[in-house]
């Protein structure tokens, strides 16, 4: 079974979310997955919680202001 625990713009503790979810997928043998904010990817996946990003832009480097690059979630 997989589940994704898309936390969109919702006003909680990214890290305490992929803790909890991290430890369910454990003990369940069930992959949980979350999707933070981007400024919140790298302490989700420091919690060895599956971290998907929520969106990558399609543009490469250059002036693309806003842009999330998949690359610098990768």
């Known amino acids: 079974m997989f589940v994704?625990?898309?936390?969109?713009?919702y006003p909680c503790d990214p890290v305490a979310?992929?803790?909890?979810?991290?430890?369910?997928?454990?003990?369940t043998d069930t992959t949980i997955a979350v999707a933070p904010q981007t400024a919140d990817l790298a302490r989700?996946?420091?919690t060895?919680?599956?971290?998907y990003a929520q969106h990558v832009s399609p543009v490469g480097?250059?002036?693309?202001?806003g842009s999330t690059l998949a690359e610098s979630v990768a």
């Open 44 to 46: 989700v996946a420091d």
């Open 61 to 65: 480097h250059g002036s693309h202001t």
């Open 17 to 27: 979310v992929a803790a909890a979810a991290r430890d369910v997928a454990d003990a």
């Open 4 to 9: 994704l625990v898309n936390l969109k713009a």
């Open 48 to 51: 060895g919680a599956t971290t």
